[in-house]
């Protein structure tokens, strides 16, 4: 059972839109920052955005970040088939002080 | 360009103690962040181990810091992961990653790994 809530998966087809939620509590996602992270099949995990939905150098916009209490969502636009990958959100539990992740979601783009 | 790689056995009998290194190349442990240890069990999501920052300081997940020891290695350029007591429980993808750890002017904390090592496979059994 992990801290933060994800949906298992998630699927669209190819150039639509899609949403991953990330729920959690007033001890993590409430009160610290979000990070999100993408898993290929046999590939070392990718930070795709840190501090709720800034990018890093290379993430192309196609994917956004947001925050609204303690909810936080990944975005994607203009899917593709090489976003077929696992997803999982990240952050700090100041409760717990540790950090904590979700269970992931799969993304199938039909 | 910042590039982790996981070595060890790949398989450990309990209750011994698993061993992993990662081994850091186009950045200086030394030079700052965090370095930390993040596994996947089988079929299972994510579970934070532990980091070590340069200057020494140690943050553990407290379900396993009675096991868990991380130690930096500025000379070679590596950091390593030790895991007492093991069981099947601990069977799972292990990866290193570089960490970023910092408290803001309100007190909410960024935690996020920027770079990641491939990931090595590690099964408990005897």
């Known amino acids: 059972q992990s801290v933060l809530t994800q949906p298992p998966s998630v699927s669209a087809a190819p150039g639509q839109k899609v949403t991953i939620s990330c729920s959690g509590s007033s001890s993590n996602i409430g009160n610290n920052y979000v990070s999100w992270y993408q898993i290929l099949p046999g590939t070392a995990p990718k930070l795709l955005i840190y501090d709720d939905h800034k990018r890093p150098s290379g993430v192309p916009d196609r994917f956004s970040g947001s925050k609204s209490g303690t909810s936080a969502t990944l975005g994607f636009t203009g899917l593709q088939t090489g976003d077929e990958a696992d997803y999982y959100c990240g952050t700090w539990d100041s409760g717990l002080s540790t950090v904590v992740f979700g269970g992931g979601t799969k993304l199938t783009v039909l | 360009q910042v590039q982790l790689q996981e070595s060890g056995p790949g398989l450990v009998k309990p209750p011994e103690t698993l061993s992993l290194t990662c081994a850091v190349s186009?950045?200086?442990?030394?030079?700052?962040?965090?370095w930390g240890w993040i596994r996947q069990p089988p079929g299972k999501g994510l579970e934070w181990i532990g980091s070590?920052?340069?200057?020494?300081?140690?943050y553990y997940n407290p379900s396993l810091k009675s096991r868990v020891t991380i130690l930096l290695d500025t000379s070679k350029n590596q950091f390593s992961l030790n895991l007492g007591s093991v069981t099947a429980a601990d069977t799972a993808v292990y990866y290193c990653?570089?960490?970023?750890?910092?408290?803001?002017?309100?007190?909410?904390?960024?935690?996020?790994?920027?770079?990641w090592g491939q990931g090595t496979l590690v099964t408990v059994s005897s």
């Open positions: 990653a570089r960490a970023k750890y910092y408290y803001d002017n309100s007190g909410d904390v960024q935690y996020s790994f920027d770079n």
């Open positions: 186009g950045y200086s442990i030394s030079s700052g962040y965090y």
């Open positions: 070590m920052s340069e200057s020494g300081r140690t």
